[in-house]
Nanobody
Framework: QVQLVESGGGLVQPGGSLRLSCAAS????????MDWYRQAPGKQRDLVAS???????NYADSVKGRFTISRDNYKNTMYLQMNSLKPDDTAVYYC?????????WGQGTQVTVSS
């Protein structure tokens, strides 16, 4: 059974930092490309950052220079370090695992940036 479990969300003030984690089980994690998406209320789910199985990274323009995606294949875990957070970063953050025709989603973790 495949499981992706996000954690690390919460309430943070503008300018603050959070680190999200996505723990995977039931897949050969090192083979999968991994993504972070986010969805704000009333908006579509958007890609935030990606990391390939070879650790090549890509970021949405809105988070470049503030967010860092990484992975630990020994721990079967992906991370998203989020710095200089803004109210516009408020959303539910989801992780996604992709390999060939297969993809799996986590249940999401809420990030709220507010003073």
């Amino acid at each position: 059974q495949v499981q992706l479990v996000e954690s690390g969300g919460g309430l943070v003030q503008p300018g603050g930092s959070l680190r999200l984690s996505c723990a995977a089980s039931g897949i050969t994690f090192r083979l999968y490309d991994m993504d972070w998406y986010r969805q704000a209320p009333g908006k579509q789910r958007d890609l935030v950052a990606s990391i390939t199985s070879r650790s090549v990274t890509n970021y949405a323009d809105s988070v470049k220079g503030r967010f860092t995606i990484s992975r630990d294949n020994y721990k079967n875990t992906m991370y998203l370090q989020m710095n200089s957070l803004k109210p516009d970063d408020t959303a539910v953050y989801y992780c996604k695992a992709r390999f060939s025709a297969m993809d799996y989603w986590g249940q999401g973790t809420q990030v709220t940036v507010s003073s």
